[in-house]
């Protein structure tokens, strides 16, 4: 049966989200930082999954970020998207997180948001 090549990769991309969710699951006091990338932007969600509430979000969408820097998907503007989300979390008292990195292999972009992160001082 042959089917078109967006339907397989939406497929593909579902199967790997599962494989990687059944390991990771965030509580209060560990929230899982899930990142996405689009093609034009970068966008992280912190998530209690117990509760099911977001409890802080950063993209490069932002005002903030807007001011800081002008390439939205570079690995610097994720360097600098690891630390606006950091000062969110550190308001909000959360030290400890779990790294939900979706489909996207860790390394590039996702890596160097992840270091942002580890070096704000974020354990995961």
Aim: proline share 2%; net charge positive; aromatic share 10%.
């Amino acid at each position: 049966m042959y089917k078109d090549k967006v339907t397989v990769k939406k497929m593909a991309k579902e199967r790997i989200r599962k494989r990687i969710r059944k390991r990771i699951k965030g509580s209060s006091e560990r929230p899982r930082v899930y990142v996405f990338k689009s093609n034009r932007y970068v966008y992280a969600q912190v998530i209690d999954d117990e509760n099911g509430h977001i409890l802080a979000s950063a993209s490069t969408l932002e005002k903030e970020f807007k001011g800081k820097n002008k390439n939205f998907k570079n690995t610097e503007a994720c360097q600098v998207l690891g630390g606006m989300l950091v000062k969110k979390l550190k308001q909000k008292k959360i030290e400890r997180v779990i790294f939900d990195r979706g489909i996207y292999p860790y390394h590039g972009r996702i890596k160097a948001f992840a270091e942002a992160m580890r070096k704000g001082g974020l354990v995961f």
